[in-house]
């Protein structure tokens, strides 16, 4: 099957600093790639849709300059946790669909972000 | 705007012992509705996609089912490894389609 690789797992950052996460598909393009948020024992949230070429679309709620997305190729989207405060410690997930295929999404492994 | 509900939100059942978790939706036009799992400090693991009323699929012990308005994931004989969160998300009809999920079933197979 697919596969989605999303880097890093796990991270622990400063108050104040930036993180930058990456979401590789690894076997297969990906036009589109969604970037959630999930809180303990809750559902997945989505933050943002991600275009290839093209700006992000964001949930509303979800600040852009806060929460800065690329996607640079049909490959990588990177999601970018700027200036981060320990609200926003959460476990992000990303996922990609299959280019030119309306069916299931792929899910990365999650990153455990932690802002101390 | 889609909604999705699943229950129930836990259940704990003994290993062999078969049960269902249910998922309604209310959506202005269906594309799909999938069936992922997902164990803790991980992503969700894709399972399932049914596109219309009456299509069931199965894998191994899970087997799942669709009507007009809600899902089911059947659970036969389950054994331990089984444990985990099921979620259920429907698709978008947007151009995005992005999945809208439910808020997920926490299953524990005791052994």
């Known amino acids: 099957g697919a596969v989605v690789s999303q880097h890093p797992s796990r991270v622990i950052c400063k108050s104040g600093t930036s993180v930058k996460i990456e979401c590789r598909s690894l076997d297969f393009q990906a036009t589109t790639m969604f970037w959630y948020r999930q809180f303990p024992k809750k559902s997945l949230m989505l933050m943002a849709t991600?275009?290839?070429?093209?700006?992000?679309?964001?949930e509303q709620g979800v600040e852009k300059d806060k929460f800065l997305i690329n996607h640079a190729s049909l490959t990588l989207s990177t999601l970018t946790v700027t200036s981060a405060h320990p609200e926003d410690s959460s476990f992000y997930i990303c996922?990609?669909?299959?280019?030119?295929?309306?069916?299931?999404?792929?899910f990365g492994q999650g990153t455990r972000l932690t802002v101390v | 705007e889609d909604q999705v509900t699943q229950s129930p939100e836990a259940l704990r059942l003994q290993e062999g012992e078969s049960s269902s978790l249910n998922c309604s939706y209310t959506?202005?036009?269906?594309?799909?509705l999938f069936w992922y799992r997902q164990d803790p400090g991980k992503g969700p693991e894709f399972l399932f996609t049914?596109?219309?009323a009456g299509e069931e699929k199965e894998k191994e012990r899970l087997k799942a089912t669709l009507t007009k308005k809600e899902s089911f994931l059947h659970i036969t004989a389950p054994k331990p490894e089984d444990s985990a969160t099921y979620l259920c998300a429907v698709q978008d009809p947007g151009s995005a389609r992005q999945l809208t999920f439910g808020s997920g079933t926490q299953l524990t197979v005791l052994p």
């Open positions: 996922s990609a669909r299959i280019k030119g295929l309306n069916t299931e999404a792929f």
């Open positions: 959506v202005s036009g269906l594309r799909g």
């Open positions: 991600s275009n290839e070429g093209s700006k992000a679309t964001y």
């Open positions: 049914l596109y219309s």
